[in-house]
């Protein structure tokens, strides 16, 4: 059986920090948890509110950059939609990419 986690394990040399996103809160004192230094982030925090997606400055840049600037409009509509701490605009980072 996979275990999604097995890439976490003590010792793994490719691997020196992870980000888990879309998780039920893991316990963080375990004895069957080989998991350590866990910090628990919610969306409501402002620690990380800009680095899971593109700011809208940030997307609009990409879109000057790429010769798309009469699009902002149709980008902040479709893609606008994330909120992050006290960050309200930002932008799927895939989504603006494709586009």
Not at 11 to 38: H, Q
Not at 48 to 68: D, I, P, R
Not at 74 to 98: A, L, M, N, Q
């Amino acid at each position: 059986m996979f275990d999604g986690l097995s890439i976490l394990e003590r010792g793994n040399p490719y691997l020196e920090r992870a980000i888990m996103t879309g998780i039920t809160r893991v316990s963080k004192e375990s004895i069957f948890s080989d998991l350590n230094n866990l910090e628990v982030v919610a969306v409501s925090a402002k620690k990380y509110q800009t680095v899971f997606g593109f700011t809208e400055e940030e997307a609009f840049k990409a879109l000057e950059e790429s010769a798309l600037e009469s699009k902002k409009a149709d980008v902040k509509r479709w893609y606008d939609g994330f909120c992050f701490g006290e960050c309200g605009s930002i932008y799927h980072p895939w989504s603006v990419t494709k586009f």
